[in-house]
């Protein structure tokens, strides 16, 4: 057997330790005879994977008991229709508009009522993070929305607005990679294929004061309050999704939580961003106080070049360096799966091919 670096966006790299464990169990899981995957989810033996995962999440996020933890299912997506389907009221809403899913969740919203761009990076092709003291947020919204992490820019809010309203974070790529106090967001949502499990379930943590208000026209299945009601169990949810998401929180929490992962992940993002800004190569246009942890593009300058570095580190085992087309050159996703030696072993390749490629 012979694993690659993965540094795709998403989906992506899972611990190896929780990949062993899910095919360990999965011809039989918990002395069930049967594969997670193949039985009831109204079995206790399901049920109780499904507690486990959200009280883990709780833990693991310090989720206040005044917050409902739910998996529901359509990715992250799916949320830009929850979110005004649940929480505009009076059909007001703004948005802070930092990347590529940011204005795709403001579009959405404008479907649903007034859904207004308080704020922009569009401007400077989203390399940077809109002061959050200066935004004139809306006297009347009934949310704020924004992208705390932007996968495909690479940046990220290291400060979060203080608001009248509800604020609403899309968290899919940057959940549980650093310490965040909930208590300041009226909503946190996630699609999980990034930092947490296979694709299939997402996220949402949501304040109950909040549930009970989804305007007339809110479908039963992207109805927060039904899911909450039922324990995200109102229909089948994603089973095998939830279980390796469990899986994964555990792996987290022995590791030390967020915290620890916090640290390590800035050692991580820190290697990288310090070769990349000392070579003569490589660079990075991010404005560098709101540079991902995450997700960090790259460029030579070259198209040529930069199709040489995809193509010759997928031959030495770095693959999905390639990035987004609307940023063009690398970008390497380093998520909370992917160990320091990862990021090591890449620096190097890089450092060799800068030399080779003068
Ligand atoms: C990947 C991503 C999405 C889209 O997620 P899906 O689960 O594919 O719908 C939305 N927002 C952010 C920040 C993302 O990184």
Redesign the pocket.
Known sequence: MSRVYNFS??PSTLPLEVLKQAQAEMLDYGNSGMSITEMSHRTKTFMAVNDEANALLRELMNIPEDYAVLFVQ???????AAVPLNLMKTGKADYIVT?N??G??QEEGMKYGEAKIVASSKDKNFTYIPDVDKIEFSADADYVHL??????FGSRFTKFPTTKAPLVA?????ILSEEVDVSKFGVIY?????NIAP?GV?IVIVRKDLLGNALPACPTMLNYAIHAKNDSLYNTPPCFSIYVSMLVFRWLKALGGVKAIQEINEYKAGLLYDFIDNSSLYKNYVNVKDRSIMNVPFVTGSEELDAKFVKEATANGFVSLKGHRLVGGMRASIYNAMPVEGVKALIEFMKKFELENK
């Not at 996630?190 to 990034?194: E, I, L, N, R, T």
Request: no cysteine.
């Open positions: 966006a998403g359509g990715g992250a997506s799916q949320q830009f990347g899913f940011a795709k969740a992208t705390s992490n932007n996968t495909i899309d968290m899919s790529s940057n996630a699609g999980a294929q990034k694709a997402t």
